[in-house]
């Protein structure tokens, strides 16, 4: 992609289908994503000859019961294991753009419309499975 568009200033964002924690998420040949900025500050990773740039993925940081908003974006206990909560939903910033990152939040409001059901999870009645995230970035360096 890098080389295709003549730049690395890329932000992934969307459902991955898959938590921070999953190998294709922090593979180097996968999305090489990190927990953290200091770890993405390296910029890349050198594996089988070849250089992968590291990404950064703040939705770490919002897992948990230890949050401000949900645990994750997702509930789900059907088959996708004992977790209950996971984060499908992410942002991935390049290293070359992580100066510039200042928050993310996950979303349970729209204006005055609640996107939670009674038990705090995400209402697929009336909104979606998904809880939506938000990104706030910079336009220059640490601004």
């Given at each position: 992609m890098k080389e295709q568009q003549a730049t690395n200033c890329f932000i992934l964002l969307g459902d991955f289908n898959m938590n921070p924690y999953d190998r294709?998420?922090?593979?180097?040949?996968?999305?090489?994503?990190?927990?953290?900025?200091?770890?993405?500050?390296?910029?890349v990773r050198r594996h089988l000859d070849r250089d992968y740039d590291f990404y950064y993925n703040p939705m770490w940081s919002l897992f948990g019961d230890n949050t401000d908003g949900p645990a994750g974006t997702v509930y789900d206990v059907s088959n996708q294991?004992?977790?209950?909560?996971?984060?499908?939903?992410?942002?991935?910033?390049?290293?070359s753009l992580v100066n510039r990152f200042r928050d993310?939040?996950?979303?349970?409001?729209?204006?005055?419309?609640?996107?939670?059901?009674?038990?705090?999870?995400?209402?697929?009645?009336?909104?979606?499975?998904?809880?939506?995230?938000?990104?706030?970035?910079?336009?220059?360096?640490?601004?």
């Open positions: 294709g998420m922090n593979l180097a040949a996968g999305l090489n994503a990190m927990m953290t900025r200091a770890c993405a500050s390296a910029g294991g004992p977790y209950g909560w996971s984060m499908y939903d992410q942002v991935l910033i390049n290293h993310v939040k996950i979303l349970t409001q729209a204006g005055v419309n609640s996107l939670m059901d009674a038990k705090g999870r995400p209402d697929k009645r009336n909104a979606s499975d998904h809880f939506p995230i938000l990104v706030t970035m910079c336009e220059k360096d640490d601004e």
